[in-house]
């Protein structure tokens, strides 16, 4: 007997699994994407938690694909109770380290507009990991049918005697 396909998971069957999880109010808040190996791998990518909280509160701002955040530093701040300057070091430091790209948005005569932030450094340096994680599940999943199939029980050969 073989066993029916699984059918894979919509945009909408997950939006309302994280629903039942966290509750509507939450949901309808809003929420944030964030691939798991980058949580994973934090250690390897060189992030302690306030990067990574940096990086979580600009991917809060992160709504499509082409559009970048561009949150102020002060207003990251004040999400983070730390010191503009804080959220400056910080954001260097990222920068610096090729996982974020700040892009500046001059404005003739007058201040900056807030930057805007690039991941594709991050997307980049994370992907190998990702990779490497994928190939460790498929194989997880055929060290599992091996044994699944070496543990199915066999059908007795029947043998027919006359007397």
């Keep these: 007997m073989s066993t029916p396909p699984v059918k894979k998971a919509t945009a909408s069957d997950r939006l309302h699994e994280n629903e039942r999880k966290w509750g509507k109010a939450l949901i309808d808040a809003g ?3 964030m691939p798991n190996i980058i949580l994973k ?14 990086i979580l ?6 709504w499509k694909a082409g559009e970048l955040p561009y949150p102020s530093k002060k207003t990251l701040a004040k999400l983070m109770s730390v010191d503009e300057s804080t959220i400056r070091r910080r954001i260097a430091k ?7 790209k700040r892009i500046i948005r ?3 005569g007058d201040r900056h507009k807030p930057n805007l932030y690039d991941f594709s450094g991050l997307i980049k340096e994370v992907t190998p990991f990702a990779e ?3 190939r460790e599940i498929e194989a997880a999943k055929q060290q599992k049918a ?6 199915r029980p066999k059908k007795p050969a029947l043998t027919v005697v006359e007397k």
């Design 31 to 33: 929420w944030t994407a």
């Design 41 to 54: 791998r934090q250690k390897q990518l060189g992030l302690d938690p306030l990067d990574l909280n940096i």
């Design 57 to 62: 509160h600009l991917m809060s701002y992160w």
């Design 94 to 100: 990222l920068e610096a380290g090729g996982l974020i």
């Design 106 to 108: 001059p404005v003739e």
């Design 132 to 134: 490497e994680e994928l």
């Design 146 to 151: 091996a044994r699944e199939s070496r543990m």
